[in-house]
């Protein structure tokens, strides 16, 4: 009998991809979603897998299961900036609650807890590169706290449930990630600048294009999670590309690849829009023995057939930041 595992967030461009490698690695998975970011085209072919099972669910609210299950993958919450700051309740619901309600089952299944953390917790830096000691910079009542704040507060909770409880809690702090099944639409700047070039038009960068970034292909973050659920370490650990990019080399990146001849095109930067963003991957390095190992050239080129798909047969579009 296979080991079974519960996933919130299933539906998700990292849930999808999470899925898939725990079913690969034999286990049962059964994915929970209420589909507010998520999309059920995500897990539909997930669901013609032989151990894969789907349940709408906002985990917000009270879950009970039936039957073992032997580890809880807590990846349900918005987690562009577009999506945020149109969900922002919900993103804070998703982050407490949401944490709680799935701590509360791990407790009684007898479950490990693996959280779905991000660079997020850092803010707009201080420090840098960034470090898992270092306890962020981050502007508690700004747009973007509904994130940042309730990331942080998940840690929080996540930790009290490992001291009193003695869960066996897992802590993934995840900087940018990028690859297939990323929503169009979703303002993230990868998906952002591959949609814009596709169609032609201006690449948008907000501020001056100095912003830096650290962008790590998708099947290389999917691995640092596992080797973490497997792993005896609590935590937080930085997953994530330690090769750091400004804003405008990735876009320039990405009219080279493409051989586009779309513009760029400038505006303002977002409120507490993070000025840095780099892991330092030393605990991963010594902890877990991973490293990202798909260059951006090579993760670009995986990711463009999915985008380009997505521009000719439903006409996807970039959406703004704010």
Known sequence: MNSRVLLTGAAGFLGSHLAHR????????LGVDNLATGSRENVRWLEQQEGFSFLEHDVSEPLFVDGEVRAILHFASAASPVDYLELPIQTLKAGSLGTHNMLGLARAKGARFLLASTSEVYGDPEVHPQVEEYWGHVNPVGPRSVYD???RFAEAISMAYHRVHQIPVRIARIFNTYGPRMRPGDGRVVSNFLVQAL???PLTIYGDGSQTRSFCYVDDLVEGIIRLLRSDQVGPVNLGN???YTVLELAE???DYLASDSKIEYQRLPEDDPKVRQPDISRAREWLGWEPSITLRDGIERTIPYFRDQVETVGARARPLT
Request: no cysteine; glycine share 10%.
């Open 242 to 244: 330690p090769n750091e």
């Open 199 to 201: 169609r032609g038009d």
């Open 253 to 255: 990146a990405i009219l």
């Open 22 to 29: 725990l079913l690969r690695e034999g286990d049962d998975v």
């Open 149 to 151: 704040e309730a990331k």
